[in-house]
């Protein structure tokens, strides 16, 4: 029997109507469903809604001031050969081949968001005339961005990793040293680099670095032909350990031997397994006896040593009684020390504490060419022995920098000696592969 639409029963209807608000209700929900999983969101998820995402095989690197030693500046100027195409917010302006684009912290144009700069030619550079580095006036590959923040404005440089390569190899590693030694820094900067383009140092800038010594230094010394042709024939190659991309640490100069990463304070365990300690020597002994930093001595008075140690730690302790080594690591390299005065004891532990709390101006060091050198920041390694002398304190040591993974002059010491690019790296490396 078929019903006629007059002749509707009630209990239709109302079946009819419920089903209807059951619908409006299901959609109400996934909205606020919606909306609060957007909420939820991390900013780099949100990043195709506001921003174009970063491809892939690119990096944003936070261009600091001069010197490396703020975020923020005060004005900013660029210009290119071509002339620059300028993004302010919806609206583009063009300047001509040469001519500067200035800007500064309370322009206006800041407002509408970010500034973006390109050059009008792809392949050409982007000079930042307001800038100064190593080298003199720096340009860089690809674009730059600019942000307005409170205390100035933030410079962004997004370009593709392999040309990033090709101003942070000149500025690692000298471009004089030999081509293998430079292809071992080319794929170690590399495979650093990777890993760190897997977060943002910067989320607000959506930068995965910036360009100082905290990363790694970029854009501080001129592009060369020998340190690009380094990074073109190693195009893509990175060290893998078990399946992962290393985070391939470095250092100026070792004592003969490097360092685990129980130096920094960190157990053994399998993910860093590839940084042992190893034996920089071939068939006529070390690579690097004969360099400047491979030994190294100091006699420190003992009232400006304790004066260091009071004002490095933080730790008021009295006359500086005596300092001794109490731990040592793999490769005999200092894990802790303990500094005693007549008012009380500081203790230190791992290698990057203890050459600060031995650092600092007010003494000589006497390195293996036998020329003298003012005291920085940092004692030049963790690899030394320390003894108390008539007023003064005599430490004697080898090597330059943290003595983790890669020694860059040995590894320049190893390629004049005929080793390639790959033996180097598996001389350093502990149980890698090389491999795009």
Same mark, same amino acid.
């Given at each position: 029997?078929?019903?006629?639409?007059?002749?509707?029963?009630?209990?239709?209807?109302?079946?009819?109507?419920?089903?209807?608000?059951?619908?409006?209700?299901?959609?109400?929900? !996934?909205?606020?469903?919606?909306?609060?999983?957007?909420?939820?969101?991390?900013?780099?998820? !949100?990043? %195709?809604?506001?921003?174009?995402?970063?491809?892939?095989?690119?990096?944003?690197?936070?261009?600091?001031?001069?010197?490396?030693?703020?975020?923020?500046?005060?004005?900013?100027?660029?210009?290119?050969?071509?002339?620059?195409?300028?993004?302010?917010?919806?609206?583009?302006?063009?300047?001509?081949?040469?001519?500067?684009?200035?800007?500064?912290?309370?322009?206006?144009?800041?407002?509408?968001?970010?500034?973006?700069?390109?050059?009008?030619?792809?392949?050409?550079?982007?000079?930042?005339?307001?800038?100064?580095?190593?080298?003199?006036?720096?340009? =860089?590959?690809?674009?730059?961005?600019? =942000?307005?923040?409170?205390?100035?404005?933030?410079?962004?440089?997004?370009?593709?990793?392999?040309?990033?390569?090709?101003?942070?190899?000149?500025?690692? !590693?000298?471009?004089?040293?030999?081509?293998?030694?430079?292809?071992?820094?080319?794929?170690?900067?590399?495979?650093?680099?990777?890993?760190?383009?897997?977060?943002?140092?910067?989320?607000?800038?959506?930068?995965?670095?910036?360009?100082?010594?905290?990363?790694?230094?970029? %854009? #501080?010394?001129?592009?060369?032909?020998?340190?690009?042709?380094?990074?073109?024939?190693?195009?893509?190659?990175?060290?893998?350990?078990?399946?992962?991309?290393?985070?391939?640490?470095?250092?100026?100069?070792?004592?003969?031997?490097?360092?685990?990463?129980?130096?920094?304070?960190?157990?053994?365990?399998?993910?860093?397994?590839?940084?042992?300690?190893?034996?920089?020597?071939?068939?006529?002994?070390?690579?690097?006896?004969?360099?400047?930093?491979?030994?190294?001595?100091?006699?420190?008075?003992?009232?400006?040593?304790?004066?260091?140690?009071?004002?490095?730690?933080?730790?008021?302790?009295? #006359?500086?009684?005596?300092?001794?080594?109490?731990?040592?690591?793999?490769?005999?390299?200092?894990?802790?020390?303990?500094?005693?005065?007549?008012?009380?004891?500081?203790?230190?532990?791992?290698?990057?504490?203890?050459?600060?709390?031995?650092?600092?101006?007010?003494?000589?060091?006497?390195?293996?060419?036998?020329?003298?050198?003012?005291?920085?920041?940092?004692?030049?390694?963790?690899?030394?022995?320390?003894?108390?002398?008539?007023?003064?304190?005599?430490?004697?040591?080898?090597?330059?920098?943290?003595?983790?993974?890669?020694?860059?002059?040995?590894?320049?010491? !190893?390629?004049?000696?005929?080793?390639?690019?790959?033996?180097?790296?598996?001389?350093? =490396?502990?149980?890698?592969?090389?491999?795009?």
């Amino acid at each position: 029997m078929r019903w006629n639409r007059k002749e509707y029963p009630i209990s239709l209807l109302i079946a009819v109507i419920l089903s209807a608000l059951l619908v409006v209700g299901l959609l109400s929900l !996934m909205t606020s469903v919606e909306e609060k999983e957007r909420k939820r969101a991390k900013p780099e998820e !949100m990043v %195709g809604e506001k921003e174009e995402k970063t491809p892939s095989d690119s990096i944003r690197v936070v261009i600091k001031t001069n010197g490396f030693r703020e975020l923020e500046h005060s004005k900013v100027s660029t210009r290119a050969d071509s002339g620059l195409v300028v993004h302010f917010g919806e609206e583009v302006k063009e300047y001509g081949g040469g001519e500067e684009f200035s800007i500064a912290l309370k322009d206006e144009r800041l407002q509408k968001g970010k500034i973006v700069i390109e050059p009008k030619q792809k392949e050409e550079k982007v000079t930042i005339s307001s800038l100064s580095r190593g080298y003199g006036t720096p340009s =860089y590959r690809g674009k730059i961005e600019l =942000y307005s923040s409170s205390k100035g404005i933030v410079i962004v440089n997004e370009l593709p990793l392999e040309e990033y390569l090709y101003a942070v190899v000149p500025s690692e !590693m000298p471009a004089s040293y030999h081509l293998e030694a430079l292809k071992a820094q080319a794929v170690c900067a590399r495979s650093y680099a990777e890993k760190q383009t897997r977060d943002y140092a910067y989320p607000q800038y959506q930068a995965h670095v910036d360009d100082s010594v905290s990363f790694q230094v970029y %854009g #501080n010394s001129k592009e060369q032909e020998n340190t690009i042709q380094a990074v073109n024939e190693t195009t893509g190659e990175k060290v893998w350990h078990h399946g992962e991309v290393a985070t391939t640490y470095y250092f100026s100069t070792s004592c003969g031997k490097t360092t685990s990463a129980q130096a920094w304070g960190s157990q053994p365990s399998e993910a860093n397994s590839y940084l042992q300690t190893r034996e920089i020597k071939g068939e006529s002994g070390c690579y690097e006896k004969k360099l400047p930093w491979y030994r190294w001595k100091a006699r420190i008075p003992e009232k400006t040593l304790g004066e260091l140690i009071r004002k490095n730690t933080g730790k008021e302790i009295g #006359n500086l009684v005596n300092v001794e080594v109490t731990k040592r690591g793999a490769g005999d390299v200092a894990l802790q020390i303990v500094a005693t005065g007549d008012k009380g004891s500081v203790t230190v532990d791992t290698e990057n504490k203890i050459r600060s709390a031995l650092g600092g101006d007010g003494y000589i060091i006497e390195r293996n060419d036998g020329k003298k050198v003012k005291s920085k920041e940092l004692l030049p390694s963790a690899f030394f022995t320390i003894r108390k002398g008539k007023g003064e304190y005599l430490i004697e040591g080898g090597g330059y920098g943290h003595g983790i993974g890669m020694s860059q002059n040995g590894a320049n010491e !190893m390629a004049k000696e005929g080793k390639t690019y790959r033996e180097i790296l598996e001389t350093f =490396y502990q149980e890698i592969e090389i491999r795009k």
